[in-house]
């Protein structure tokens, strides 16, 4: 352990299974307080305790990302428990893949509302916590302390996938939504990056069923295969810790080489 979070207060949506889990727990090891989000509580439970298992701090957050009023409640919880906010990490989503001619309209709104506009609620309830604070302390003369929004974007956003429109849309929104905030809250301290990570997870496992199918989608990895959440969690980290206070408006792809 390197205490490169030492007390910091982060927040993580989806963070129940897969890249979510694994960035939890990798900001455990480095000494976070964390506010666990997933619909299913009691797998959020689970996180809670795996993070207390590694001597960390850790409460429970079952909302539904995608509006308002979730992203205010998931503020609200990480102000109760712990009386601050560094890090908010938007990684909530789903998927509902359909080829155009038979997506439903249902299909494209319900994934643009929890990546898009959850991403975007999220991130203003924290900035709207943050401005005073960042005001404050840079009328005092002190330092600026820096705070970070990490974002998480997919290769579907960069360069689009068959059958994705409504979460290729919502992921390409998700790099405007980082770049336009890396220019508004510079002269804040406040950080914006993404990280477009490419994992073999529940959501992904599907795809290598097959194993002709497989073959030709590990064929597009220069590195031949899809990457442990373990492995995505290290850029979470980094784009969280200090180390990337000099660091903001960019996408980091940890996908193996796909998005070159």
Same mark, same amino acid.
């Given at each position: 352990?390197?205490?490169?979070?030492?007390?910091?207060?982060?927040?993580?949506?989806?963070?129940?299974?897969?890249?979510?889990?694994?960035?939890?727990?990798?900001?455990?090891?480095?000494?976070?307080?964390?506010?666990?989000? @997933?619909?299913?509580?009691?797998?959020?439970?689970?996180?809670?305790?795996?993070?207390?298992?590694?001597?960390?701090?850790?409460?429970?957050?079952?909302?539904?990302?995608?509006?308002?009023?979730?992203?205010?409640?998931?503020?609200?919880?990480?102000?109760?428990?712990?009386?601050?906010?560094?890090?908010?990490?938007?990684?909530?989503?789903?998927?509902?893949?359909?080829?155009?001619?038979?997506?439903?309209?249902?299909?494209?709104?319900?994934?643009?509302?929890?990546?898009?506009?959850?991403?975007?609620?999220?991130?203003?309830?924290?900035?709207?916590?943050?401005?005073?604070?960042?005001?404050?302390?840079?009328?005092?003369?002190?330092?600026?302390?820096?705070?970070?929004?990490?974002?998480?974007?997919?290769?579907?956003?960069?360069?689009?996938?068959?059958?994705?429109?409504?979460?290729?849309?919502?992921?390409?929104?998700?790099?405007?939504?980082?770049?336009?905030?890396?220019?508004?809250?510079?002269?804040?301290?406040?950080?914006?990056?993404?990280?477009?990570?490419?994992?073999?997870?529940?959501?992904?496992?599907?795809?290598?069923? @097959?194993?002709?199918?497989?073959?030709?989608?590990?064929?597009?990895?220069?590195?031949?295969?899809?990457?442990?959440?373990?492995?995505?969690?290290?850029?979470?980290?980094?784009?969280?810790?200090?180390?990337?206070?000099?660091?903001?408006?960019?996408?980091?792809?940890? @996908?193996?080489?796909?998005?070159?």
């Amino acid at each position: 352990m390197s205490h490169r979070l030492q007390d910091k207060v982060c927040i993580v949506t989806g963070a129940g299974r897969g890249i979510g889990r694994a960035i939890a727990l990798a900001f455990a090891a480095e000494g976070a307080r964390l506010v666990i989000n @997933d619909v299913e509580e009691n797998v959020a439970a689970e996180v809670v305790s795996e993070v207390e298992a590694l001597g960390g701090a850790a409460v429970v957050n079952g909302e539904a990302i995608g509006t308002v009023a979730a992203a205010e409640s998931l503020v609200s919880t990480a102000l109760e428990a712990f009386g601050e906010i560094d890090v908010l990490v938007n990684n909530a989503g789903i998927l509902r893949d359909k080829m155009l001619h038979k997506m439903s309209e249902e299909d494209f709104d319900l994934v643009i509302q929890v990546h898009l506009k959850g991403t975007w609620a999220c991130g203003r309830a924290v900035v709207q916590h943050w401005r005073p604070l960042a005001k404050e302390e840079a009328a005092s003369g002190a330092p600026q302390r820096h705070r970070k929004i990490v974002n998480v974007t997919s290769p579907s956003g960069l360069i689009g996938s068959v059958g994705q429109s409504n979460y290729s849309a919502a992921k390409m929104g998700i790099v405007g939504l980082t770049k336009t905030w890396a220019k508004e809250l510079g002269s804040l301290a406040i950080n914006v990056n993404a990280v477009s990570p490419t994992a073999l997870t529940a959501m992904t496992e599907p795809l290598m069923v @097959d194993p002709e199918a497989a073959k030709k989608r590990l064929a597009r990895f220069p590195l031949g295969r899809y990457g442990a959440p373990e492995e995505i969690a290290h850029g979470f980290v980094y784009l969280a810790s200090e180390e990337s206070n000099y660091v903001t408006g960019q996408v980091l792809c940890i @996908d193996g080489g796909l998005v070159i």
